[in-house]
């Protein structure tokens, strides 16, 4: 594991590749967050933010998604795929957040989880996170695949693939108030750099920090 001045030299070193560590979902509201993470399950950040304004458009409150048809729903999303489950599953969370929320995401994690159980299957403690570090300025330790990856071969958690695992681990190692931004700047590495196969460690700047890229034979 990475001594503390390590994982400070890593944070350093990400906000000057990644000065704007910003959500890749565009959204203005916080119901639109969460609904734009639904659409994201199995589906590229970029496809659903293609989406999303003309939906956004059609239901511009929380009230007009609630009583939304939801086959009408499903064909602004279908191009996400699974559109039929993610149509279902936004207007049931949005008659959700007006019956049991006032209309307002949750700020608490056991609150977002209990949306998550009746409302949102397959989204739970990452969008949590998110939503908590996005919306509230809240710590969120935002453990997605590139963040699982990364963390792991840098030698910030043990390699566990295990997200909430990952998420103790990086509890332990990270400032709180760093850790929302961090987790944005994973997925920009994991993208420009950190690849899942055939990662460019030679033009990665976090090499000499990192146990996977030390490892590698020098070119």
């Not at 049991?100 to 949750?106: D, E, L, N």
């Not at 809240?138 to 295990?162: E, F, M, N, P, Q």
């Not at 190692?173 to 899942?196: I, S, T, Y």
Request: with cysteine; proline share 5%; hydrophobic share 40%.
């Amino acid at each position: 594991m990475k001594s503390q001045a390590q994982v400070s030299a890593i944070i350093d070193a990400l906000k000057k590749l990644y000065p704007d560590a910003l959500c890749s979902l565009d959204y203005g509201k916080d119901y639109e967050l969460l609904f734009s993470v639904r659409l994201a399950a199995q589906c590229t950040d970029a496809r659903v933010n293609l989406v999303t304004p003309a939906l956004f458009s059609r239901y511009p409150t929380l009230e007009s998604f609630a009583a939304a048809d939801v086959d009408e729903v499903g064909t602004y999303v279908q191009s996400c795929g699974f559109w039929r489950a993610k149509a279902r599953d936004i207007v049931a969370s949005a008659q959700m957040l007006l019956e049991r929320f006032g209309g307002k995401v949750p700020d608490h994690m056991a609150d977002l989880l209990s949306l998550e159980l009746t409302a949102l299957p397959g989204v739970g403690r990452k969008t949590a996170n998110l939503i908590l570090g996005d919306i509230y300025g809240k710590d969120g330790y935002v453990c997605d695949t590139h963040c699982i990856r990364i963390t792991g071969r840098l030698g910030l958690t043990d390699g566990s693939k295990d997200p909430l695992k990952v998420e103790r681990q990086l509890r332990q190692v990270l400032p709180p108030e760093e850790a929302n931004n961090f987790c944005h700047r994973m997925v920009l590495h994991g993208r420009a750099l950190c690849m899942a196969h055939k990662p460019n460690c030679g033009e990665c700047p976090l090499r000499p920090l990192c146990d996977y890229g030390s490892d590698l034979k020098r070119e």
